[in-house]
């Protein structure tokens, strides 16, 4: 197996799985004229290598791989889209400019494989290379044991037992929470994993907190791990509300499992996602989820059954939404059992499975390719490995 991506650490472990790298100039956007140089590089490399089939990721990637495979001669290719720029609500320039080139590569690409729903439905109406299809694969496998086990889904006991945590002391060291007061409750502590940037939408979760102030409730905590461009003005804007107490920026962590283990709930306020894998992981963990109503994450979230879904920029639902998980503890504890169930068919063996038959098929291809595929009604999951990045 060959990769091709941009020089990065990933090469190394890759190597180590016995996989050959090639160092290729991506650039993100597809106007950048390197771009054509990184297509020369690929479409060489393809002649020489004479694939069975190549399997391209990412919006850039992808169209540089599919014009290489094509130009190259390549039996099949295969496209997994981990979200298209283009979906309900987007901007019109990515209409403009990614809804075009996606429509026009269809007909050089055999399996396309989408995440979510919207995707999907989008997608399958296309014009295909003959016989390709779009095909509905939900995720790229999560190991389900390394963030919590079924039945973790709620409760201090739960909470505290996978960690070792012996007192509510301990789970306040981990998030870098003041001390807890004499009679005091415990805290509700919400995470959020993710970058900190103008998509994931973290500025929502800090107003629902200022809100929450605004009424008298101070209990709710919110810990962001991850770092980005936006955390200096997100710290700002918790300031300005008088939250900023409240507003805990753990950084980049190794630790996500633990954290997950160890929180009351997670959220995701994202304006774009494909399928979160965040968003997976604290299912599997067991933790009610509040997200935003948009693609992917209503792939994933069942409102009211395995956490909430408020609507992009709606400080006050979300606000709401933390209170109702907060209030009701053998709600939101039924809640995460309902997500531990939800996920697991998103388990990295079975995504393995399905994508070993989804390779096998392609090395037979065209010869397997009226074979059903499968749809957004019966699920799947898929791990890929990237032979083409940004």
């Known amino acids: 197996m060959h ?54 990721h990412t919006p850039v990637a992808a169209l540089l791989g599919r014009l290489a495979a094509r130009r190259a ?16 609500g987007a901007p019109l320039l990515n209409w403009l400019l990614y809804y075009p080139l996606e429509r026009w590569m269809a007909r050089s690409t055999d399996v396309l494989l989408t995440m979510n729903g919207e995707d999907w439905e989008r997608a399958r109406s296309w014009r295909w290379r003959r016989p390709g299809r779009a095909v509905y694969v939900p995720g ?3 190991d389900l044991a390394e963030f919590g086990r079924p039945g973790t889904g709620g409760g201090e006991a ?11 002391a301990a789970r306040r060291e981990l998030f870098g929470l003041p001390p807890q007061a004499e009679g005091e409750p415990p805290a509700f502590v919400v995470l959020c994993v993710a970058e900190l940037n103008a998509n994931k939408n973290q500025r929502q979760l800090v107003e629902a907190l200022g809100l929450l102030q605004a009424r008298g409730d101070a209990r709710v905590q919110l810990a962001l791990a991850g770092t980005g461009p936006a ?16 507003v805990h920026a753990l950084g980049y962590r190794r630790d996500v499992p633990a954290l997950l283990r160890a929180c009351d ?30 693609r992917g994450i209503r792939d994933l979230v069942a409102d009211g059954e395995t956490g909430r879904l408020v609507p992009v920029g709606d400080a006050r639902a979300t606000a709401d939404a933390l209170l109702q998980l907060r209030d009701a503890p053998e709600r939101a504890a039924a809640m995460g059992a309902a997500a531990v169930e939800r996920i697991a068919g998103f388990s990295l063996p079975a995504v393995l499975r399905e994508m ?19 749809s957004p009604t019966q699920p799947t999951a898929v791990a890929t490995e990237r032979t083409a990045g940004n």
Request: overall charge positive.
């Open 3 to 56: 990769a091709y991506a941009q020089p990065g650490a990933e090469c190394e472990r890759l190597e180590g799985a016995g996989i050959v790298c090639h160092d290729v100039p991506i650039h993100r956007s597809p106007l950048q004229p390197g771009n054509l140089r990184a297509l020369r590089q690929l479409e060489a490399s393809f002649r020489q290598e004479r694939f069975q089939f190549v399997h391209v």
């Open 73 to 88: 001669g390549i039996p099949c290719t295969l496209y997994t889209a981990h979200g298209f720029h283009f979906y309900d």
């Open 140 to 142: 790229v496998g999560l």
């Open 158 to 168: 739960a909470r505290r037992e996978p960690l070792g945590l012996d007192s509510e």
């Open 231 to 246: 955390a200096p003005e997100l710290l700002a804007h918790a300031e300005r509300l008088g939250v900023r107490d409240r």
């Open 265 to 294: 709930a997670a959220a995701l306020m994202s304006h774009r996602e494909g399928l979160p894998r965040a968003v997976m992981e604290a299912m599997a963990a067991g933790k009610p989820v509040v997200g935003t109503r948009i």
């Open 356 to 374: 070993e038959a989804i390779y096998k098929d392609a090395l037979a291809w065209p010869q397997s390719a009226t074979k059903k595929m499968r």
